[in-house]
């Protein structure tokens, strides 16, 4: 039988365009879960939410959707502080992060889908872009620019989140947070703020995310359940914040699915983002009494 | 060997790349009161983490009773006998004092004393008694004074009937007599037959309490003795500028 | 009251609802009390792990569908009756508990309530690829002709069935609160750490803990597609499941096994209502909504005033 190298070959590329994707939708739980310990289940919802502000802009103006939310992540910011502030007094001073909190995000995550549902209907949504149709081809391989354009954005986007994490003050702040809050104090820098400003960026990052997503693919309310499992799976596997972890993570991940949707059929899907989760967990444990 | 009730033997333990303990020795006899003492930081509450298994020690082995007791999770070294008190107290909030004392009467002491399930409150007042808390037995144990949640902390630990009670800072932030009160309940533990770590930087109850003291810096033994000769040690003196 | 005595009235009580369910004549009181009574199964079944351990479970609907889905599955192939898919349906959402809690219940507790909403979505795309069991099509399940003990409609019988299952997850719940296990379950939900210090095998009773609230969840769905003598995966493994499971507990209150059933009767009945005069999706928000602010606001829930009330009284 003649080795299927094409196939191979575009399976391997779209698994890493997609890993890029993936990177950009997990790189905000991995500061907020990674960095600052807060269970965000309801991240997706604001990457869908993203996804629906950008398909609006778009369905009206003919604006690009990812320039779009690029313009709106202040809007993002806004949110995940006004969030973050909520959590903060509600939950993390009372000390009763863990059930409560997790209720709390689910809650969010909840009304954020049902929301939805009741604006926009169940039915799926997609954007016009110039190079939505436009294929790239070397050799053998194909480049959907619907892949590649998110995929070159989503790198940048990462890497200059690094970058600003370990070259700026409040960068540097923000991962000192994560290890020692007294310390932080001490040199007079407010831990509670770092942690909201920190929070806010993630959510950010997921409001572009969400242009990303329905630049990639079509959309509807309850598609943001599927990528829990996927963003924690990313961001355990990266090694909990770590941001080049969370990237080779990410590609992990669009491998495994990209070689599964090939040879098994896209239908199982969503199992490999939670299967991966599954074994994540059992062999990185990050423990109970320690982390 | 076997008068050793716990023999420490060449812990390490490790954090990344920062060594908490370094090859730490340490026994202690049955009965024995053994002070521990050492700057911020030197690595006492992770030793008694490393004994009682909330952390697991990279190198060196952990004896109870002459059992090695490294690979046992924390509920069964309790059970075998070693109890101990949180520096910072974790009373069970939803409950009240009494019953806050019935979780390790049920799960520790019924190993090494037959205790049937309708005497285990009268055990708990027993020893609410004991230790001065006897008229808050039936109060919410998450309004209590400083003093009271460190008694409370202790009394859990004593009802767990442990032959080893590692008591974490028990002192830390009271008042002398408030200090004078948990060094009282502690001496009564003598009397039981019970054998007692008591890590503190209040000196003078740890000189009154201890039959002899050891001296932890930067995760190293540098002392081990009678009380007095290691309290003069000029070494102790240079890296630990006691209390009092 | 003694456990036993407990058993006693609740299954009477029971018997006297599924009895005096006869004399009513409007047939919507059925399918919307039938509803009412899974979310009392379902909302008693989650606070045994959630409330009662501090481990919450977001994959509840994962176990009703177990439940569902056995029932489905021994039907086609043996054409079994409920008699036998009910045990059946509870064991295997219970092996299921046991497995999700002894693979994730040593890590912290988001994992477990991350893993438990991975389970979900697993389980929901197998089912789809199901075809034994009709996968996304769906599968039909036909209900008897004939109705036992002389009821009227087959509707009834599950009803009552429903009514004694809801009192047996209660005397179950009961008898956990007040029994040594139920104490270290709390000890557990209170400071883990503190609790395995006093000599709490705390894994071990983790673990039972999610096996007995794994099996309740799916004894819940056990009757299901009996109800509309229809069921599709969406439906089974409907997010509306998971979110009641948390809200009602949260809102009746998490401590007692009166709050789970306080809950699901109130937010339950409300639903109904609302379903029936506005939309299910309005529904869903309400639930969402008043979720989110009885978490932040009153996360004692309706037990919390209750107590709070009474010890404001005696001071």
Known sequence: MEFPTA????????????????AAVSVGISISFGMLDVVNIAHPAFIILGAYISYIVNTHYGVDPIAVSLLLSPLFFLLGMALYRVYYLCFEKRGQESLRGLAFFFGILFITEVALILIFGVDYRTVKTAYADTTLRLGVVDFPLRLVVPFLVSMAMVVGIQLFLT???????????????????????????????????SIATAGVAGAFLIVIQPVEPSIGREYIGLVFAVCVLGGMGSIWGTLLAAFVLGLAESFTSTFFGPSWAPAVSFGLLLFALAFRPAGLFGR | MSEML?????????????????GVDLVVRPGERLGLIGPNGSGKSTLVNCICGALRNEEGVIRFEGRDIGAQPTHRRTRLGVARSFQIPKPFVSMSVLDNLRIPLLYAARQHEKLATDRVADEAMRILRQVGLADKAHARSSGLTQVDMRKLELARAMAAKPKLLISDEAMAGLSASEVDDILALLSRLKQQGVAVIMIEHVMR????????VAVLVTGRKIADGDPQSVVANTEVIKAYLGEQ | MSNRAFAAVAFAIALAIAAASQLIANEFFFSAAYTVLLYVILATAWNILGGYTGYVNFGSAAFFAIGAYTTVALFYAFKAPLIVTIPAGTAVAG??????????????????AIASLALAVVLFTFVVNWDFVGGARGAYVMQPSEVPFGLKRYIHLLFAIEVLMAAAALVIARAIETSTFG????????DELAAESAGVPTLKLKIISATVSGALMGMAGTTFPYYLSYIEPSSAFSLSYAVNSIAMPLIGGMMSWMGPL????????????????????????????????????APNGIMGWVEAWRRRRNS
Do not use: C
């Not at chain 2, 716990?6 to 990344?16: A, P």
């Not at chain 3, 270290?184 to 939900?189: N, Q, S, T, V, W």
């Not at chain 3, 009945?269 to 978490?295: D, H, K, M, P, R």
């Open chain 3, 95 to 112: 092996l299921a508990g046991l497995g999700l809690g002894y693979l994730t219940l040593r890590l912290r507790g988001v994992f477990f």
């Open chain 2, 205 to 212: 109850a740890v000189m009154k309490f201890s039959d002899r």
């Open chain 1, 167 to 201: 070259h700026t003050f409040f960068g540097r702040a923000v991962l000192a947070v994560a290890q020692d809050q007294l310390a932080l104090r001490l040199m007079g820098v407010n831990p509670v703020r770092i942690k909201e400003l920190a929070f806010a960026l």
């Open chain 1, 7 to 22: 196939l191979l070959l575009n399976a391997i590329i779209a698994g890493l365009l997609l890993g890029g994707f993936y």
């Open chain 2, 6 to 22: 716990l023999e420490v033997r060449g812990v390490t333990k490790r954090f990344g790349g920062f060594t908490a303990l370094d």
């Open chain 3, 262 to 297: 306080i809950g699901a009767v109130l937010l339950g009945t409300v639903q109904q209502l609302v379903q029936v005069t506005i939309s299910s999706a309005w529904n869903l928000l309400i639930v969402g909504v008043l979720l989110v602010l009885f978490v932040t606001l």
């Open chain 3, 183 to 190: 104490r270290g379950l709390a000890a557990i939900r209170d």
